[in-house]
Every structure is written in structure tokens, then in C-alpha cells.
């Protein structure tokens, strides 16, 4: 049984940063793209940032510069560094791990809030 743990999340002023950690047990992810997605209300879900098996990574326009995305493969854990929070940034954020759309899993969603 895959699962995947976030944590992290949290409230914090404008300008502040947050590091949100995504812990998954069940299997063996290194050849998983990990990623983050956020959704904030009355929006759709969308990709804030991935980091491939192979490397490579890509975010959204909205947070390229400010946001980082890193994986530990022996740990089967993604993280993500967010500075330079701004209120547009408030969201749930969800941990998502997939494999060539045949297989993905998700994360329960974590809050972050940002104050302005």
C-alpha cells in the first residue's frame, strides 16, 4: 500500500518561507517523477513543481526563482523550499508521485497560508 506523507505546511507572513517534505512508503520511487501541486479555492489544481527520475527539473512561472524542488531517493522523500512566500501563494499544496500516467498517488494535501 503506497502512501504518501506531507508535512510542513503551515501559516506564515508574506516574504516568509516554508519547507514542505513528502514522505512516501509502500515502494521503491526512484524512477518516479515527484512532484507538488497546489489548489487554491474556487481554482483547479495545478503543477507548482516536478523533478524527474532522470533529474530534470520544472516549475510554474508563478513561482520559478522562489521555489525549489529536491528529492532523496533513499529516503523515497520530495521536498519543496518556498520563499519569498506571497498571499497568492495560499493553497493546499499535494505531494504526487507518477510514472508515465500509467500509475500516480497522492498525497493527502497540506495547508499553506500566507498573510499579508
Known amino acids: 500500500q503506497v502512501q504518501l506523507v506531507e508535512s510542513g505546511g503551515g501559516l506564515v507572513q508574506a516574504g516568509g518561507s516554508l519547507r514542505l517534505s513528502c514522505a512516501a512508503s509502500?515502494?521503491?520511487?526512484?524512477?518516479?517523477?515527484m512532484a507538488w501541486y497546489r489548489q487554491a479555492p474556487g481554482k483547479q489544481r495545478e503543477l507548482v513543481a516536478a523533478f524527474s527520475s532522470g533529474g530534470n527539473t520544472n516549475y510554474a512561472d508563478s513561482v520559478k526563482g522562489r521555489f525549489t524542488i529536491s528529492r532523496d531517493n533513499a529516503k523515497n522523500t520530495v521536498y519543496l523550499q518556498m520563499n519569498s512566500l506571497k498571499p497568492e501563494d495560499t493553497a493546499v499544496y499535494y505531494c504526487?508521485?507518477?510514472?508515465?500516467?500509467?500509475?500516480?498517488?497522492w498525497g493527502q494535501g497540506i495547508q499553506v497560508t500566507v498573510s499579508s
Open positions: 504526487n508521485i507518477n510514472y508515465k500516467s500509467i500509475i500516480n498517488y
Open positions: 509502500g515502494g521503491t520511487f526512484s524512477i518516479y517523477v
